[in-house]
């Protein structure tokens, strides 16, 4: 385990040090494998012929394995003869197969032939089972892979590292009524002589890294190719869901000549396939050519989902394919490189789905994801973005939001620093110089480097080896003639003084060259200036005085701002006129941030949200609504109603300036403005009125809802906050006869939300059963863990049940799961958490949990200062 204070190196390499780094004496070039599946025992039997460079005279041959039987390995040489290994042994804690030769292989090229078995598992790792019900209500079996980080060497005997790229011919050989897809195009299907099966053969795929490779088998249907510049791209999908693939098909094809125009490369692969897998432990999967989704990210129907939804299945696919160049084309050397591989996928996926439908305004929209990257690099356990790691678990911890949301966030800054152009110029050089081949970080800073001239590498191993983000400070100086920009690390308050000191005054000293984009307005003249902000702040002469000024221009920068009154009070003033949506969410956002580290009080922040009456963006409402929502924890009775009045007083008005009722000109963005602001208002606002029109709109009675997606979501929330037993029993038969895979999962997410013990309770008891996918299960116990009232029964459970949970789910949404403990603030409660987690520990999400720890901290802490001061100006003050 890694300590947040270690600076980051690349992992030694001498495999007798590192357990986990296979010798080099041996390197595959080529695997031709062949796998049976057997879907009604849930096994498989597979061959490997593995082509070999022996590098030099070795007694034994390492590889990875895991959960498998090898039944048989042998080394073929030239003229035909095969020597058997004498013995094979399997070491469960490094994960490796070791094949022991009683006469010693020479070194050169060789053919290495293994034969071995395996189950079909239930972890959603590795081969594994997926189960649904099809339309006339038998159920199905699907086998199916999933092998990042380490997990191939579950389906096969493998060099399992990243940089260990071979070429994959595969064969499955499967029952005739079956569908098989893999990476490559299928070649050829034909009855197996001794039986009816069917053998397919897939073509050679490029060069690549073991956790790329792909098959599924099962009762999947095909929709028909597209052609995209030469590309064949097809939706596979379980049987009867063919009527949800076109958005797929559409945001695909846009994308893979988006991406081809953007790296300045054809697409590597000779087909695409997006493939809707029913148990997916992740969101989706990068194999090349065959990239694995959950259901509700890859099937939807536009006209029945919300815009976040649509814009979500958007995004992933965007995502994925923007790994076929940056990832599978290009892949890091070793796994401490994973937060590259996906922060710049991030980053590619925003940008393509700006261009996709430009009226989202995805980079406003990305202000939330910002947020939660901020949420967790606000604490003192956040990490650097780029850490060394050493084991599989080390690997598994690195898929967070620090990896994807900051560290997207920085490529963005540092793009927007450099010029879009210039950027793209470097990245092109990248792709050029290391396809097919592996990398690590600096190579990439190294490539815009030559090209911009600038000094990226310098600047981005500051934000990439150290944890936490300044805080950039605003004063005038010099009687008004001087703007000064200062920085200092951002924190919460929420140390309760076990904090280590060492650790404490090591963050204290940090500082970063930032890249400063401000905005300066004097009179009518507004301008934007750019200047690396380094340790000892910036000067700026004013020639005439300065109205107001802002920051972080268009929100690229990976920092707060905090403003001297004055300059604070103009900026407020000028927000509706002067700024962008994601400026003014910059604004909220700063300041609900500054709540949280005892800068500003609770009271401040609830009048400056009501300055912002006049607001009409999507992203800044969705900010001020999740603030007020984390107020209305602070308080209770009395003074939680006068909040909710409060809270009214300021939603209402805006949502009658859009309607109920979706007009045809309005955007995507404001039809669901509209459910946001319904839900406030129905939830945290206590409107009566909206409580009816929501179980109306639900439409609880009929069997269907034929309200606006947007309308019909928000209305759902309002229904489960304020419902009964019922309605609890209404929505769980919607969660099981939904017709898309997003109504599903509303319904199911939504029954976290209910406020009544019994009603938790049999949620909780549900997702010890097979009625919610353990894919599913993990994030619904999150969600009951942030129930305003009954998140400490939702814990109580976790807690009761830690080590049935822990069997039951997936091994990466563990410490998903354990989120919802972000939510909670009872001072109680969290002793009992911390007590918990003093005996009992999640080695795969180690730094996350420790990260959850120290925000419920912040919360206790939080309420610990503010409820009272709230409460007070409640119950004497009404909005001004
Ligand atoms: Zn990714």
Not at 168 to 192: K, M, Y
Not at 284 to 290: D, H, I, Q, S, T
Not at 534 to 553: C, H, I, Q, S, Y
Request: proline content about 5%.
């Amino acid at each position: 385990m890694s300590d947040l204070t270690v600076p980051a190196t690349v992992p030694d390499r001498d495999p007798g040090v590192d357990p986990y780094r296979l010798p080099r004496s041996v390197v595959p070039s080529r695997y031709d494998l062949t796998i049976e599946p057997d879907l009604a025992a849930f096994t498989f039997e597979g061959t490997c012929i593995t082509t070999i460079d022996v590098v030099e005279r070795v007694d034994r041959i390492v590889c990875n394995a895991i959960e498998l039987d090898i039944t048989r390995a042998g080394v073929v040489f030239e003229d035909g003869r095969t020597i058997d290994a004498a013995r094979i042994e399997l070491d469960e804690t490094t994960e490796r197969a070791t094949l022991h030769f009683d006469t010693p292989i020479e070194a050169g090229i060789r053919v290495l032939h293994t034969e071995f078995t395996g189950t079909l598992n239930d972890k959603l790792h590795g081969f594994y089972r997926s189960t649904f019900t099809d339309t006339d209500g038998v159920d199905q079996v699907i086998a199916t892979t999933q092998f990042e980080a380490t997990d191939a060497r579950r389906a096969f005997p493998c060099w399992d590292e990243p940089d260990f790229k071979a070429v994959f011919g595969i064969t499955l050989v499967i029952e005739s009524d079956l569908t098989a897809v893999s990476n490559g195009a299928e070649v050829s299907r034909a009855p197996r002589d001794s039986d009816a099966k069917h053998v397919v053969r897939f073509a050679d795929t490029m060069v690549m890294s073991t956790y790329l490779v792909a098959f599924i088998v099962g009762p999947l249907d095909v929709t028909d190719p597209v052609d995209v510049s030469g590309t064949p791209l097809r939706i596979v999908y379980p049987r009867g869901k063919g009527h949800l693939t076109d958005f797929a098909l559409e945001v695909g094809a846009f994308c893979l000549d988006f991406f081809a125009e953007y790296f300045g490369v054809a697409y590597p692969g000779d087909k695409v396939d997006l493939v809707a897998v029913p148990d997916f432990a992740f969101g989706a999967m990068e194999n090349l050519g065959c990239i694995t989704f959950r259901e509700a990210l890859l099937l939807v129907e536009p006209t029945e989902v919300t815009q976040p939804e649509l814009q979500n299945v958007t995004d992933v696919i965007a995502h994925e394919l923007a790994h076929m160049w940056f990832g599978d084309l290009v892949t890091m050397k070793w796994w401490n490189g994973i937060w590259l591989n996906e922060a710049f996928a991030t980053f590619m996926e925003m940008m393509a789905t700006d261009a996709f439908r430009p009226e989202w305004d995805r980079w406003a929209s990305f202000g939330l994801s910002r947020t939660m990257a901020f949420d967790t690099d606000s604490l003192e356990t956040t990490r650097p973005i780029e850490f060394p790691v050493v084991s599989p678990a080390d690997a598994e911890g690195m898929f967070d939001v620090l990896t994807y949301e900051k560290g997207a966030a920085v490529v963005r800054m540092l793009e927007q620093y450099l010029g879009a152009n210039p950027f793209r110029e470097g990245i092109r050089h990248y792709i050029a110089q290391h396809a097919y081949g592996n990398t690590e970080t600096t190579d990439l800073w190294d490539a815009i480097e030559s090209v911009t001239e600038e000094p990226v590498r310098r600047i981005m191993d500051s934000w990439i080896f150290q944890g936490g983000y300044p805080l950039v400070t605003v004063d005038l100086v010099n009687d008004g003639g001087t703007l000064r920009f200062g920085q200092e690390p951002f924190a919460y308050a929420g140390d309760l003084g076990e904090g280590d000191a060492a650790v404490e005054s090591e963050l204290k000293a940090r500082t970063w060259p930032v890249p400063l984009i401000f905005t300066q307005a004097v009179g009518e003249i507004v301008t934007f200036e750019q200047e690396l902000l380094e340790r000892d702040g910036l000067d700026v002469a004013l020639f005439e005085p300065v109205d107001w000024v802002l920051a972080n221009t268009e929100g690229t920068g990976f920092y707060r701002a905090a403003y001297a009154p004055d300059l604070r009070a103009s900026l407020v003033a000028k927000a509706q006129a002067e700024l962008s949506p994601i400026e003014r969410y910059g604004l909220v956002d700063d300041a609900w941030a500054a709540v949280l580290a005892d800068r500003m009080t609770a009271v401040e922040f609830l009048e400056m949200a009501e300055a912002f009456a006049a607001e009409t963006d999507l992203s800044v409402w969705q900010r001020i609504v999740a603030a007020l929502g984390s107020l209305d924890r602070l308080v209770e009775g009395d003074d939680r109603a006068a909040l909710a009045t409060r809270i009214g007083l300021l939603v209402r008005p805006a949502l009658l300036r859009l309607g109920l009722t979706p007009a045809t000109s309005e955007t995507d963005r404001d039809r669901e403005l509209r459910g946001v602001l319904i839900e406030a208002l129905g939830v945290l606002a206590v409107d009566p009125v909206m409580r009816t029109e929501a179980r109306a709109l639900v439409g609880l009675a009929d069997s269907a809802s034929t309200a606006d997606p947007s309308v019909l979501a928000a209305s759902i929330a309002v229904v489960a906050a304020s419902g009964g037993a019922e309605d609890f029993d209404v929505f769980v038969e919607r969660f099981h006869t939904a017709t898309t895979p997003q109504e599903e999962l509303r319904y199911l997410y939504a029954l976290a939300a209910f406020d009544d013990p019994e009603l938790v309770d049999r949620l909780t008891a549900m997702t010890l059963t097979d009625e919610i996918r353990s894919q599913n299960a993990p994030y619904l116990l999150a969600r009951a863990m942030g129930n305003r009232t009954q998140g400490p029964r939702a814990w109580a459970f976790v807690h009761e049940h830690w080590q049935t949970l822990g069997e039951r789910f997936p091994s990466n949404s563990i410490v998903r799961m354990l989120s919802g403990i972000r939510s909670l603030s009872d001072p109680a409660v969290a002793q009992d958490v911390y007590a918990f987690f003093e005996e009992h520990e999640v080695p795969q999400g180690d730094k996350q949990l420790a990260q959850h720890l120290e925000r419920l901290e912040v919360n206790v802490a939080l309420r610990a200062r503010a409820s009272d001061a709230l409460a007070h100006h409640l119950a004497h003050h009404s909005a001004r």
